[in-house]
């Protein structure tokens, strides 16, 4: 009997975490209208030849040549971002564990300094501290939004996290039957790794961006793919390695033109078993 009951208490438990997670609502954090709920930062405009190296960057909420707008496209609303001046665009709220999802697909507009290279932008996340950093966005992880490099993996400024990756001719690649590897900014490892498998689609398509987030796990989803798992997210503060599981979210703008839609948030209570093992 008392193993009866047991039984049925740890079903109805995981009954409850699942319903729990179910039916969290989601929020919408692009409202199709404006930029409420955000706010941007730009650098200095490109110059050739550093012609504009002593110049300010144009920095908070100022943006003359409308680099992120509201725009329809294929008859819905949706974020442009022009790419013509590099920066971001982010929340003003902070976020953690977390169902990020959104769709995103490739213009045709590419600017100098990056007409010969693939298309770019990303999405960052656990974004904390000041903008304008000496990698220009502020501190945080990064998921790779790139043509054909879709779900690699950034550290931008003091971060650190532990990732299963094998080492190829290219670099790190995400492995999730290989050991931990620590990736950091200036150290023999690095702070990137790529990848595995590709799962985007071709340019001028919607692609579906979906990120995981719980605790100090961070999950890397392309169109239905887990391409990359984050573990111990992490970041230096004055000198000591402080757990990093919360933040900004901010979307760069990095010499190509890119739309972003139904850009939507919901509360996660754990991950789901089908991403990790």
Request: with cysteine; hydrophobic share 35%; glycine share 10%.
């Amino acid at each position: 009997m008392t193993l009866r009951l047991l039984s049925a208490g740890i079903c109805l438990l995981i009954a409850s975490s699942v319903t729990a997670q179910s039916s969290a609502k989601w929020q919408s954090l692009f409202n199709g209208k404006n930029l409420s709920g955000w706010e941007t930062y730009l650098d200095k405009p490109y110059a050739k030849d550093g012609a504009n190296d002593k110049m300010p960057p144009l920095g908070l909420n100022n943006d003359p040549n409308h680099v992120f707008s509201v725009v329809t496209v294929d008859g819905k609303p949706a974020l442009r971002i022009s790419g013509e001046t590099f920066g971001g665009i982010n929340t003003l709220a902070d976020y953690g564990n977390y169902h990020l999802r959104m769709e995103f697909k490739w213009g045709t507009q590419k600017w100098p300094p990056k007409l010969d290279r693939p298309r770019d932008s990303g999405l960052l996340y656990h974004s904390v501290g000041p903008h304008g950093t000496p990698m220009l966005w502020m501190e945080s992880f990064e998921l790779q939004v790139q043509e054909g490099d879709c779900g690699d993996y950034w550290g931008v400024m003091n971060v650190l996290t532990d990732i299963t990756a094998r080492k190829n001719e290219k670099g790190y690649v995400y492995d999730p039957d290989a050991p931990l590897v620590t990736f950091q900014d200036k150290t023999p490892i690095g702070r990137s790794c790529l990848k595995n498998p590709d799962a985007e689609k071709p340019s001028g398509q919607w692609n579906v961006l979906e990120l995981y987030c719980f605790g100090d796990t961070c999950v890397h989803v392309m169109n239905g793919k887990v391409n990359l798992v984050l573990t111990k997210t992490r970041h230096i503060v004055n000198g000591q390695v402080e757990p990093l599981t919360k933040g900004k979210i901010q979307i760069q703008s990095e010499g190509a033109e890119v739309f972003y839609r139904n850009i939507q948030i919901q509360g996660i209570s754990q991950l789901p078993r089908e991403l990790v093992k």
